[in-house]
């Protein structure tokens, strides 16, 4: 499935040699990213996120382990990492990011 999403991003946006991941993103987060209420992302820095990366972010329901299929594509725009003093743990991540557009699959 992650194959699909990154390359309907490439297909849909023209992304053809940037670097795009995939996150799972569950509801109703989901929503407020495509609304473009939700700006910023909270997540463990296992990734090396980093100004200018591309995510699809993809509507995951965990209660039946898959995704819906529908996705979004973002770009990181600015990370803040390990500021214990303002509740942000030892190797977390927020980082802020511009939505692109939907993808479908």
Not at 1 to 28: C, H, N, S, W
Not at 44 to 57: C, I, P
Not at 78 to 89: A, S, V
């Amino acid at each position: 499935m992650k194959e699909k999403f990154i390359k309907r991003a490439r297909e849909t946006f023209g992304y053809d040699t940037a670097k795009i991941g995939l996150l799972k993103l569950v509801q109703p987060y989901f929503d407020s990213v495509i609304s473009e209420e939700k700006k910023a992302e909270i997540r463990k820095d296992d990734k090396q996120f980093s100004e200018g990366d591309l995510y699809v972010l993809a509507e995951y329901n965990p209660t039946m382990d898959s995704y819906s299929g529908a996705a979004c594509l973002v770009v990181i725009t600015h990370i803040l990492r390990d500021i214990p003093q303002y509740g942000l743990k030892e190797g977390y991540a927020v980082w802020s990011f511009r939505f692109i557009g939907m993808i479908k699959i």
